[in-house]
């Protein structure tokens, strides 16, 4: 079966946390990468927040260009994305104050086992995707103007490679659902890291590129423009933003995944890196 044009997309919808007491009637609401959900990283960061605030935060988990796209229609109240091109021109146009990166983990090439394509190992992911495009051989993307997805892009832009044909599988998909894709049908793919580590146990790929500078991975969290979310939203939403860079937060963010997976899913950027970010 083809799945060229679309495979099943899941932006998925999470509600978390508390009932509400005090801040206001309606939710908190957080437009984020899929990654972060299906590393299980959110399950472990939003309570300290819900509980402190007594509020719930209602998690839209999307590709990033989704995420970007809730807060310039005015549908999210904070955003948690890695994307930084498209970020920075959401902040140049007014949709969001200064977009603030506070942890990193990087991307990474998995394929299948028989390596049809004879890319394990290189040292340049363009290059890595060149070899694919040429050899004609499965890759599974996920066609989902992802933060993820631009990654790609940009490392297909490098390769000066146009991917299309039968052997490009365009998913429409988040994360796992693609790596799912590229293992039932012995495809290559880019993936974060976090993710990957969290479905690596279930699936037959393995890591086939890595360590390029290019694949390194960053997440930022922006404050929606008050200029299109209640006074009370933006000041929430603003302590949200805070938070992700208190020293309790930052503690769950540098140790989760250490005893699953030996190694964190995801690491910190030092504090001042935030402040040097421009609006």
């Not at 007014?94 to 603030?100: E, I, K, N, T, V």
Request: a positive charge; glycine letters at 8%; one cysteine or more.
């Amino acid at each position: 079966m083809r799945l060229n044009g679309g495979c099943i997309a899941l932006a998925s919808l999470l509600l978390l946390g508390t009932p509400l007491r005090g801040l206001a009637a309606e939710a908190l609401t957080l437009a984020t990468t899929t990654s972060v959900q299906d590393s299980g990283l959110l399950g472990v960061l939003l309570p300290p927040f819900e509980k402190q605030n007594e509020v719930t935060v209602k998690v839209l988990a999307v590709g990033s260009g989704q995420a970007l796209e809730l807060g310039r229609r005015g549908d999210a109240d904070v955003l948690l994305v890695h994307s930084p091109d498209e970020e920075a021109i959401f902040v140049k146009k007014g949709h969001g104050l200064a977009r603030r990166p506070f942890m990193y983990n990087d991307f990474l090439i998995v394929g299948p086992n028989s390596d049809p394509a004879h890319i394990r190992g290189l040292p340049s992911a363009a290059s890595a995707l060149g070899a694919i495009a040429k050899a004609q051989a499965s890759f599974a993307s996920r066609g989902d103007e992802s933060g993820t997805h631009a990654r790609e892009k940009q490392l297909w832009r490098r390769a000066e490679v146009q991917p299309a044909g039968d052997w490009y599988l365009s998913c429409g998909a988040g994360m796992a659902a693609t790596l799912r894709v590229a293992d039932e049908k012995l495809a290559y793919a880019l993936a974060d890291r976090s993710t990957w580590l969290a479905w690596k146990s279930k699936l037959a790929l393995q890591p086939m590129v890595e360590g390029d500078p290019v694949l390194l991975n960053t997440y930022s969290v922006i404050v929606a423009s008050p200029s299109v979310r209640p006074a009370a939203k933006s000041r929430l939403a603003q302590r949200f933003a805070d938070y992700v860079f208190s020293d309790e937060a930052r503690a769950i963010i540098s140790r989760y995944g250490k005893d699953k997976y030996g190694r964190p899913l995801f690491h910190l950027l030092p504090k001042e890196k935030a402040a040097t970010t421009a609006r």
